[in-house]
């Protein structure tokens, strides 16, 4: 729990949507490479888990991998925080840099993925998961929401740029590194037997539920495309700077109320029900984008940070209670490996949008988001339900 409220806190400093998508547009990066930063840390914190599993399966006890990544995590985000106070002067190679330090970043993520999961999943009751993580986002989000006052007070500093963006990036890597310490920390029951886990394409391809389950996560990763334009179309075509704070404490507000509403449905109606809520939100979110008044663009953020806050709980959750115990990590590497490939979609956003303006990808996302919903609807329904308490 107190992992997921400092972990939170540090995605206010490096929120993908906003902060990073802010700083590459400030720094003239093109659309494609706007959307190539927050891809950096989705897709390289999934596509190297297929390939861990089987050593994952072996260790008796899985957070002691976590522990030696956390290091190397750190590592690579102080280098995206040294880059923006030694390299003002040099905005190219500032980008670089930056774009250098995500990708590691990401990359070491994808060594801590699974033995974060395979923790939860050895520690936590089924039932209990989906209000775990509904907790985690309510109380981290709102730590964040508090963050972004003092976003919004760095950015509006009277320093030159790039240095409030720095300041933000040393602020985001202490917090992570501490919220990386407090999970490893957690004492993870020893495995009764060592697993022998054998890593095929077959083995979860064969489970009916688990095509459903992937086909729908494809859909929602292409749908992401639009994610970082928002921040960007804000910028560049209507002219917000200031606002940028405005947005992350609008965005994170809407994710931690709504998490409140999220932890009861799923409860209810079972993590299925967040996965549904989530891809019709996400397909309003973009047509709003193009027809609001800019007086009125902060309705996108908070729609957004409704929506991501849904699927996140709801596919983390269904993925983990959809994986029998004897291949929880062969379910959950090839899933994330697949879908993280496909994290690389706000670069095809980027490019969409560099050739036919914004509202290319806002459609085309528009369009993922609504096939979800509908694929969604056969998913299997995992977790007992009952009244609401």
């Not at 775990?132 to 929401?145: C, I």
């Not at 009916?208 to 495309?225: D, E, G, H, K, N």
């Not at 928002?230 to 700077?241: E, Q």
């Not at 209670?321 to 929880?328: E, F, K, S």
Request: proline fraction near 5%; aromatic fraction near 14%.
């Amino acid at each position: 729990m107190l992992n997921g409220w400092f972990v939170l806190l540090g995605d206010a400093f490096f929120n993908g949507s906003i902060v990073l998508a802010s700083f590459a547009a400030k720094l003239g990066a093109a659309n494609w490479m706007i959307g190539l930063l927050p891809s950096l840390l989705n897709a390289g914190s999934m596509v190297p888990q297929v390939f861990l599993a089987a050593y994952v399966a072996r260790l008796p006890v899985k957070v002691t991998l976590y522990r030696r990544m956390a290091l190397l995590r750190v590592a690579s985000l102080a280098l995206v925080a040294l880059g923006g106070f030694v390299l003002g002067q040099h905005p190219d190679l500032l980008l670089w840099v930056f774009a250098l330090g995500l990708g590691l970043n990401g990359f070491f993520t994808g060594f801590s993925s699974l033995p974060f999961w395979e923790t939860i999943a050895k520690t936590i009751p089924m039932e209990r998961r989906s209000g775990l993580f509904a907790m985690r986002n309510l109380v981290g989000g709102a730590l964040a929401f508090l963050a972004g006052f003092l976003v919004r007070y760095i950015l509006e500093l009277p320093l030159p740029f790039p240095y409030p963006y720095a300041l933000l990036f040393t602020l985001g890597t202490l917090v992570f590194a501490y919220g990386w310490h407090i999970f490893g920390q957690i004492h993870e029951p020893p495995d009764k037997e060592v697993r022998r886990e054998r890593i095929s394409l077959s083995l979860p391809f064969r489970d009916f539920y688990f095509r459903r389950f992937l086909r729908v996560r494809i859909l929602l990763a292409l749908a992401s495309m639009v994610e970082p334009f928002y921040a960007a179309y804000a910028v560049r075509v209507l002219g917000h700077k200031g606002e940028i704070g405005v947005y992350l404490m609008v965005y994170t507000l809407a994710s931690v109320l709504s998490n409140l509403l999220w932890a009861r449905l799923s409860r209810r109606f079972g993590s299925r029900s967040l996965i549904l809520i989530g891809a019709g939100l996400g397909a309003l979110a973009p047509l709003l984008a193009l027809l609001l008044s800019p007086s009125s663009f902060w309705v996108v953020f908070a729609l957004q940070g409704a929506y991501l806050a849904a699927i996140g709980v709801g596919t983390a959750t269904y993925l983990v209670n959809l994986a029998p115990t004897d291949a929880r990590s062969s379910y959950i590497g090839l899933s994330n490996t697949i879908v993280g490939l496909l994290a690389f979609s706000p670069v095809l956003g980027g490019l969409l949008a560099d050739r036919v303006g914004y509202t290319g990808p806002m459609v085309v996302a528009a369009l993922c988001y609504a096939w979800a919903l509908y694929a969604g609807r056969r998913l299997k329904l995992l977790e007992p339900v009952g009244p609401a308490r």
